[in-house]
C-alpha cells in the first residue's frame, strides 16, 4: 500500500495551497484519510480527517474555517484545501489511512502514511 502527498511549497502568509494525496494498493473507499502536520521541534498533530463512509469531516479547531478536506473515491485521492494561511501553518504535511474505521486525532490508528510534503508559510 503505498500513498503519495503532492502539492506542498512556499506561500506567502494569507495565501492558498492544494496538497494531494493518491493512494494505490488498496480499496481506497474502504478507509478513512486524514492529514497530520508536523513542524520543526514539534509533534505530529492531527489537522483534518474525513471518514470512508459518511464523508463526514473533523479539524483541528486551529484549521477550523480555513482548511477543507474532501475526498474522491474514483481517483483515490483526498485533498487538503488550505485558504488564509499563516506562518504557523508551516510544517511537512502527511496523509494517512484508516481501514473501516473513523478518521481520528490519534495517530496509532492509522494503517498508512504517506511520505509528507513540505508546506512553508512566509511573513
Known amino acids: 500500500v503505498q500513498l503519495q502527498a503532492y502539492g506542498g511549497g512556499l506561500v506567502q502568509a494569507g495565501g492558498s495551497l492544494r496538497l494531494s494525496c493518491t493512494a494505490a494498493?488498496?480499496?481506497?473507499?474502504?478507509?478513512?484519510m486524514a492529514w497530520f502536520r508536523q513542524a520543526p521541534g514539534k509533534e505530529r498533530e492531527f489537522v483534518a480527517g474525513i471518514n470512508w463512509n459518511s464523508g463526514s469531516t473533523y479539524y483541528a479547531d486551529s484549521v477550523k474555517s480555513r482548511f477543507t478536506i474532501s475526498r474522491d473515491n474514483a481517483k483515490n485521492t483526498v485533498a487538503l484545501q488550505m485558504s488564509s494561511l499563516k506562518p504557523e501553518d508551516t510544517a511537512v504535511y502527511y496523509c494517512a489511512a484508516r481501514g473501516y474505521g473513523s478518521a481520528s486525532k490519534r495517530e496509532y490508528v492509522y494503517d498508512y502514511w504517506g511520505q509528507g510534503t513540505q508546506v512553508t508559510v512566509s511573513s
Open positions: 494498493g488498496h480499496t481506497f473507499s474502504d478507509h478513512s
